[in-house]
């Protein structure tokens, strides 16, 4: 196997991952509530990461006594990003979920543009203007499906664009700090602040009531699906091209919609799937085309 493919095989691998995410932490809502879930995740992967340093590498340890005050933000601001896109999950379902999140690479993109003097290419124009119109016919369509629920819609989109908004900021962190701390203590610190943070808001008594086997799939899923993604993400980045990755990472989302419809079609009733109509699919479509475009996966001629 080519470099390449290993490459494409683990970007597969990371938007798979992230594809079944949204759908699994609506399930894990039938038993935990959504802060409970945040705080699981990120206890889990850093524990799972913390164990891995003090066996192999003991001296990256040494950045929790005194972490930057930089990475200590970027944390703060990614648990924002998780809770944000869970409580879009509990009240707007995956697929409205998957679709708004993408205001987060756009609006990085932006950033980009205004503050690392980033060049804006024809292409990325007509994406960001693509991806506008995109949210809001899609959000319009999302109106007409919960009639009498505009305000249950609303304050998920809230929650969504409150968690993209933060996942901006952390992303901006994260390409400074990337330079002078290597990415795994970076992660460690990350991990280690939310765990932290979301202890007066987790109900822990939820978890002595688990008796069955499945819930603890669950548990273990989500939690290790954060230190799986990432990692196949290191390793695609590793042997493939990032426009090439970036394309398959940003078009996540299609899997998502791919699983609930094979929900609805088994007559699966593991949470309420609502169909999602023609138009609909319309309006994601335009979103993901224009954020594929907006991050300048295919940018060349410049204004």
């Known amino acids: 196997m080519t470099d390449s493919s290993k490459g494409l095989l683990y970007a597969i691998t990371t938007a798979s991952l992230w594809g079944a995410l949204a759908i699994v932490l609506k399930i894990s809502l039938n038993f935990f509530d959504p802060f409970t879930v945040v705080w699981w995740r990120f206890t889990m992967a850093f524990s799972v990461l913390a164990s891995w340093f003090l066996i192999r590498k003991p001296a990256y340890l040494r950045i929790l006594k005194r972490p930057p005050l930089k990475l200590l933000l970027a944390g703060l601001l990614l648990g924002i990003n998780y809770i944000g896109f869970m409580q879009g999950v509990h009240y707007t379902g995956p697929a409205v979920t998957q679709v708004m999140i993408q205001v987060g690479p756009l609006s990085l993109a932006v950033i980009g543009f205004v503050f690392f003097k980033e060049k804006l290419s024809w292409l990325r124009a007509v994406g960001f203007l693509l991806a506008i119109v ?6 319009y369509q999302q109106l007409q499906r919960m009639l009498g629920e505009a305000d249950l819609l609303n304050q998920g989109v809230l ?13 901006v962190l994260n390409k ?9 203590q970076i992660n ?15 109900d822990f008594s939820s978890f002595a009531s688990i008796h069955s086997f499945w819930v603890v ?6 939690g290790g699906n954060t230190l799986a993604a990432y990692g196949s993400l290191s390793l695609a980045l590793k042997y493939a091209e990032a426009n090439k990755i970036s394309i398959i990472i940003t078009s996540n989302p299609v899997i998502t919609f791919v699983l609930l419809e094979v929900l609805l079609w088994a007559d699966v009733r593991w949470f309420d799937v609502p169909s999602v109509s023609f138009l609909s699919y319309v309006g994601a479509v335009m979103v993901l085309a224009g954020a594929v475009l907006a991050i300048g996966v295919f940018s060349k001629r410049k204004f």
């Open 134 to 139: 995109g949210f809001v016919f899609f959000y």
């Open 159 to 171: 929650w969504i664009l409150f968690g993209a908004w933060a996942w901006t900021g952390y992303a």
């Open 176 to 184: 400074i700090l990337v330079k002078t701390i290597p990415s795994a």
């Open 188 to 202: 460690l610190v990350l991990y280690g602040v939310p765990a932290l943070l979301f202890i007066p808001f987790a």
């Open 217 to 222: 799939v669950i548990l273990l899923f989500m």
